[in-house]
């Protein structure tokens, strides 16, 4: 069939009740906003499409009216296959009030599960999950009691008296993804995006699955005119082209509309160096940056560990390693908040499917991510708590198969404020929530596997720093300043051992002036 071009109308009037319905993109990265939009507004005004099961991978969205809080309906979507929720908030408040059948798998295997899809594959088999709540032996990825009577999507297999997961293939009716430009036959060409994300898998899945494919650009071009290197998916896998009405539909991400330093079609120069000033946060990020290794290869997860790229560059050492994001970026500056996903004048750009190829074969040195939630086994969890479901994201896959893994928090939160200065830290006030838990509630990161693996794992706090042991935690360090009885034991229900070369953190972190880091 020739590719036919529509309206975001008129794409949105073409979605059955009851269809499985794809959506790409990481943050607004290569989304279809207006088609989204004009989905939602058809729903809200006829009642109509309903009861979608809606499959995506990456976060997407804004968390306020964009991107996937477009579909965030009770009764306009039935099932959701999907990594990480917490840009859609809305759609993990239908999941934590059971209004919805909701399943959360690793980020990376909801893209290799795309690839599966379009091979017919039965699915993807893997040992991302063992021992995390996506374990069949824990939840199996079901993520209320709703979806607890409906099918098993994972299984656990064994091979050679080896385990394994096996993710089921999810075949696909319709798919929206967003692109740069189409040419008269269809061909979507990428070039001024920062991310490719999951475009070229998803389009072949739905394709392959007898579905129909719709692209969003900024606008259509003579045949031929595009350069074949630019073209992220070929018109054979696109059945409709919607040009967008406005190019505030067509954002490089939800932070920018447009930024040829992403992209990579220009070098940007970088805006003055300001160094963060002294708190806890810059604390934890400059005892990780003091991890980083010559040459190592590196993924950053946002919250605290994006200081550490900071950090890195106050201490004249950030051209030594190179970044990644999990969206497909390599090398220049990741960025963060609503440009998450991006990276300032990227040395390379890949496809997310194939940057997970990478992480999940080990290819990551070193990862430095955030924690919610430890325990004293070591147990960590991110992706659910009582009120609130943000969902696995690449957590998973990043740190389960990272050569070496640092988890980098505050203790506490809600509250928390220090006096940190002269080489020393103070805790003038705790905060109200305590990061150390008897049992994380959900399990994204399993010691358990860790320790099978022989993974070295370190956890940074302000004011401790534990590694993991067969035993469970083992306190290392702690800040000069802190009585470790009060500040620190007193508040985890699991104690841990003690290190036997138990010493004080470098009292240079605690100091305004730069630390004199070299590699």
């Known amino acids: 069939m020739a590719v036919k071009f529509i309206t975001a ?200 699955s007898g579905g129909k494919v719709f692209a969003q650009v900024q606008r259509v071009v003579k045949a031929g005119s595009l350069d074949p290197l630019k073209v992220e998916i070929p018109g054979i896998l696109v059945d409709y082209v919607v040009v967008a009405s406005d190019l505030k539909y067509c954002m490089q991400n939800f932070g920018t509309d447009y930024n040829p330093g992403f992209s990579g079609e220009h070098q940007i120069g970088l805006a003055e160096f300001t160094p963060a000033p002294l708190n806890a946060k810059k604390v934890i990020a400059r005892r990780a940056a003091m991890e980083l290794e010559d040459d190592g290869t590196v993924n950053l997860g946002i919250g605290i560990p994006e200081f550490i790229s900071s950090v890195a560059v106050e201490e004249g050492i950030n051209n030594k390693f190179t970044l990644t994001v999990e969206s497909g970026p390599i090398g220049g500056s990741p960025q963060s908040g609503l440009d998450f996903g991006e990276s300032l004048n990227p040395e390379c750009i890949i496809a997310m499917p194939s940057m997970f190829d990478f992480y999940d074969g080990g290819g990551l040195d070193q990862a430095f991510v955030g924690f919610a939630q430890g325990d004293g086994e070591g147990n960590v969890n991110v992706s659910k708590f009582s009120t609130r479901f943000p969902g696995c994201g690449g957590f998973i896959d990043i740190t389960q198969n990272a050569k070496k893994l640092y988890f980098c928090g505050t203790f506490s939160a809600a509250g928390l404020a220090a006096e940190i200065g002269g080489g020393k ?56 300043g802190i009585d470790v009885e009060k500040d620190i034991l007193a508040y985890m229900p699991v104690r841990p051992k003690i290190a036997q070369d138990f010493h004080l953190m470098d009292e240079r972190i605690f100091r305004d002036e730069k630390m004199g880091l070299h590699m």
């Open 9 to 208: 109308k008129e794409a949105a009037s073409m979605i059955p009740n009851g269809v499985t319905f794809a959506s790409n993109g990481f943050m607004g990265t290569t989304f279809a906003e207006e088609i989204a939009a004009e989905l939602e507004k058809r729903f809200l005004e006829t009642g109509e499409p309903n009861n979608l099961s809606l499959v995506f991978c990456a976060a997407q969205g804004d968390n306020d009216k964009r991107g996937l809080q477009h579909l965030a309906h009770e009764g306009l979507v039935r099932r959701i296959i999907g990594a990480h929720y917490g840009m859609a908030r809305k759609l993990g408040e239908l999941v934590v009030k059971n209004k919805v059948i909701a399943y959360d798998f690793p980020q990376g295997v909801m893209c290799h599960l795309l690839r599966t899809t379009a091979a017919h594959q039965p699915g993807e088999l893997t040992r991302v999950g063992l021992g995390t709540f996506v374990d069949p032996r824990l939840s199996g990825g079901k993520m209320n009691e709703l979806t607890q009577k409906e099918e098993d999507l994972v299984q656990l297999v064994q091979i050679n008296g080896e385990e394994f997961l096996f993710y089921k293939s999810i075949p696909l009716d319709y798919t929206i993804i967003g692109g740069t430009y189409a040419d008269e036959k269809g061909n979507i060409s990428f070039e001024k995006e920062g991310s490719k994300a999951e475009a070229l898998a998803m389009a072949q899945a739905c394709k392959n």
């Open 425 to 480: 830290l103070k805790i003038v006030s705790e905060g109200k929530s305590m990061k150390f838990l008897e049992h994380v509630e959900q399990i994204t990161f399993s010691a358990k596997t860790a320790i099978k693996n022989n993974q070295p794992v370190m956890y940074i706090t302000e004011r401790a720093v534990f590694r993991l042991t067969k035993d469970g935690l083992l306190l290392c360090e702690a800040a000069p």
